[in-house]
T-cell receptor
Framework: SQQGEEDPQALSIQEGENATMNCSYK?????LQWYRQNSGRGLVHLIL???NEREKHSGRLRVTLDTSKKSSSLLITASRAADTASYFC????????????WGAGTKLIIKP | ETGVTQTPRHLVMGMTNKKSLKCEQH?????MYWYKQSAKKPLELMFV???????ENNSVPSRFSPECPNSSHLFLHLHTLQPEDSALYLC?????????????FGPGTRLTVT
């Protein structure tokens, strides 16, 4: 069954603006990860946040996790054309036998 | 994408053909995965191997047959596929299996079944 659901499905913004993507999930989790995928290629790991963490930063990325709402957000600040990609969240926990369960992704387009 | 390679990158096959996908990881990882990615759908986990032993088979049809001869190599043997099997097949590896490991992906094989 699908665990993560990203929102919005697609997002188009101007270069330099901030991009925010959201992920909701259904069951309790141990960890939540965000990945990026450039068109038709493999996925690249961005950041992992544990269930006992609320916020994590990596460069221009900021991830928050609200376990009470079963949701996470990914913020990309000062977006660049190279950020154009699809972004996926994935969770692991007891109910998935600790395998990653993926959302369908948010397609982000950065307009120059 | 570096560290995990997949061949071929593109494959077109008829429903009666037999073909194999190959994945190799150069990261010294112990776990390897096959995923199926179809348009507008979440990644579907197909198989997991840890230390060469299969630990997950996610109700995958028998026309997909995995093989893991060692911790660095993973194959997906295909036979009598259906058009709905057309998708991007992704291989991934991780240091260990289970909670909290980030996965490293290959570039994928774009499979078209005619």
């Amino acid at each position: 069954s699908q665990q993560g659901e990203e929102d919005p499905q697609a997002l188009s913004i101007q270069e330099g603006e901030n991009a925010t993507m959201n992920c909701s999930y259904k069951t309790s989790i141990n960890n939540l990860q965000w990945y990026r995928q450039n068109s038709g290629r493999g996925l690249v790991h961005l950041i992992l946040i544990r269930s006992n963490e609320r916020e994590k930063h990596s460069g221009r990325l900021r991830v928050t996790l609200d376990t009470s709402k079963k949701s996470s957000s990914l913020l990309i600040t000062a977006s660049r054309a190279a950020d154009t990609a699809s972004y996926f969240c994935a969770t692991d926990g007891f109910e998935s036998n600790y395998q990653l369960i993926w959302g369908a992704g948010t397609k982000l387009i950065i307009k120059p | 994408e570096t560290g995990v390679t997949q061949t071929p990158r593109h494959l077109v096959m008829g429903m009666t053909n037999k073909k194999s996908l190959k994945c190799e990881q150069h990261l010294g990882h112990n776990a390897m995965y096959w995923y199926k990615q179809s348009a507008k759908k979440p990644l579907e986990l197909m198989f997991v191997y840890n230390f060469k032993e299969q630990t997950e088979n996610n109700s995958v049809p028998s026309r997909f047959s995995p093989e893991c001869p060692n911790s660095s190599h993973l194959f997906l043997h295909l036979h009598t596929l259906q058009p709905e099997d057309s998708a991007l097949y992704l291989c991934a590896s991780s240091q260990g299996e289970g909670s909290g490991y980030e996965q490293y992906f290959g570039p994928g094989t774009r499979l078209t079944v005619t």
